[in-house]
């Protein structure tokens, strides 16, 4: 599976908007909404915020091409007892010329209220091919529109691969950004306490 970007501007009169739309599958949202959510948060050089955060049992996700059958994807917990938390990130750069943000594993770290942490996953390591769901007028299914042109869109924050093995971090320059989601396996029971940034950066959001 390929993995899609969009580079959004933030100042200026450019700007390539982000138009993918995300569903879950049973979503189940927190109960409580944090007044974190939706606010940015300032590092040395990046502007974080966590846009949404949505707990769900499992992930279905497609990847459609114009003229062609779609395929479907699902993603699902490893472990029993456990449950997916997902959550859509803006990564902005205002103030450095250039600024390397790294998304792996080590991008990012949940930590619950027990100082129990939880980093995210690849999308692309976890998901199965599967036939397209029964009553897909009834289905909650994200859909991730994919283009051949720049800007790309991204469905999942993620480093890119490449054909020759290589793995690239994205390089934003001053007043660009990276919108997306990032995915994380937790046990259903654990109310999430804080979510520490990692990549270009260090900071800290307390939910």
């Not at 029993?80 to 080590?106: C, P, W, Y």
């Not at 619950?112 to 939880?118: A, L, W």
């Amino acid at each position: 599976m390929n993995r899609y970007f969009s580079f959004i501007k933030h100042r200026g009169k450019a700007a390539f908007p982000l138009t993918f739309i995300l569903l879950l599958l049973g979503l189940g949202a927190c109960a409580d909404v944090s007044p974190a959510i939706g606010k940015f948060y300032t590092g040395r050089t990046l502007h974080v915020s966590v846009v949404a955060m949505e707990r769900a049992p499992e992930l279905i996700y497609t990847l459609p091409k114009e003229a062609e059958v779609p395929k479907y994807y699902r993603v699902s917990p490893e472990e029993a007892g456990n449950e997916l938390l997902l959550m859509r990130i803006k990564v902005q750069n205002h103030t450095a010329t250039s600024a390397i943000v790294d998304i792996d594993q080590n991008a990012a770290e949940l930590r619950d209220f027990f100082h129990d942490k939880y980093f995210p996953f690849n999308v692309n390591d976890r998901a199965e091919e599967i036939s397209q769901p029964e009553d897909i007028s009834r289905q909650r299914v994200a859909r991730c529109p994919i283009s051949d042109r720049e800007p790309r869109n991204l469905c999942f924050l993620w480093n890119t691969s490449y054909s020759d093995g290589s793995v690239r971090a994205f390089e934003l320059i001053q007043g660009y950004g990276i919108d997306g989601w990032l995915l994380f396996e937790i046990p259903r029971e654990v109310e999430i306490r804080e979510l520490r940034w990692r990549a270009g950066d260090g900071l800290t959001i307390e939910f």
